[in-house]
């Protein structure tokens, strides 16, 4: 058996088990949609404020992975695990009140609300809900935030780098800006996992790359992990610890960018022949 199948197995039974518990595990899930198998048996770790990276070619089963993470999809077997417990059969919006927050492809927002606003209003959604209601039955608008409110809006404008858009609306804001508001407020409540869908989707080089190193702080700052599904296999060999392949639904491969950059069967998932490094396909 060669190296590059040895891995591959490996992969298929998921990376190697870090000393301490990682914060969200997939064991063994499989989702079929009529006779077509989307996942077949795929387990993946993510530690503790690790940045991980699944990617895969189009068809490869991430969009479904990502979905069964999520909650918007409950699999056929096989469970998820969070922070320890499991929540295999629970919704998105409990999934989120124990520590799971997403961003999605199109960023969801108030175009009419400032920067800051619409970081107060995830804040309240997660903290405050009942008070946020209150403000809008009452027609009183915003009432001013409490200290504490006021501080960690401040922390994630600072976190992301969006002071000179705190004050601004929305709208007409460059796309970059709005994926990084929409970050802001998935981190607003302190998870523990933070999983990104396709964040570099209409994005020039210049704004993937302050994304990316925005993202580094928030994991280091706000001991999150993050999980990254992406399309840009470069900026995930550029910005992950730890690669996640899938292909036709299976894990063909696993381990850290280096390791994958070399791999043959991920190079042959990608171009159909290991003749060319993944290196040179994500050029």
């Not at 809008?136 to 780098?161: K, Q, Y």
């Not at 704004?207 to 840009?232: S, Y």
């Not at 299976?250 to 190079?267: F, K, T």
Request: charged residues 25%; contains cysteine.
């Amino acid at each position: 058996m060669s190296a590059s199948q040895t891995r591959a197995r490996e992969a298929e039974r998921g990376a190697p088990r870090p000393a301490s518990a990682p914060v969200l595990e997939v064991r063994d899930v499989t989702v079929d949609f009529g006779g077509v198998r989307a996942l077949s048996a795929v387990s993946l770790n993510v530690p503790g404020s690790a940045r991980v990276g699944l990617v895969g070619p189009n068809g490869a089963g991430k969009t479904t992975l990502f979905q069964v993470i999520s909650g918007f999809l409950v699999p056929d077997k096989g469970s998820v695990i969070l922070d320890g417990r499991d929540v295999t059969a629970a919704a998105p919006h409990v999934r989120a009140r124990l520590g799971l927050a997403r961003t999605f492809q199109v960023p969801e927002r108030f175009e009419t609300m400032t920067v800051a606003e619409q970081l107060t209003l995830a804040h309240r959604i997660h903290a405050e809900r009942r008070r946020m209601w209150s403000d809008l039955v009452s027609l009183r608008g915003w009432r001013p935030g409490s200290p504490g409110e006021l501080e960690r809006v401040g922390e994630i404008i600072e976190l992301l780098g969006l002071q000179p858009f705190a004050r601004r609306e929305v709208q007409g804001l460059p796309v970059g800006i709005a994926k990084l508001i929409e970050v802001g407020c998935a981190l607003i409540s302190r998870p523990r996992v933070l999983l990104l869908d396709e964040p570099s989707a209409g994005l020039d080089t210049k704004e993937t790359m302050e994304f990316a190193r925005a993202i580094d702080r928030a994991a280091e700052q706000e001991h999150v992990a993050v999980v990254l599904v992406e399309h840009d296999l470069d900026l995930v060999l550029n910005m992950a610890q730890l690669v996640y392949v899938l292909d036709f639904g299976r894990l063909i491969a696993a381990g850290s960018p280096e390791e994958i950059r070399a791999d043959e069967a991920v190079q042959a998932a990608y171009l159909g022949t290991a003749s060319v490094t993944v290196e040179q396909a994500a050029q």
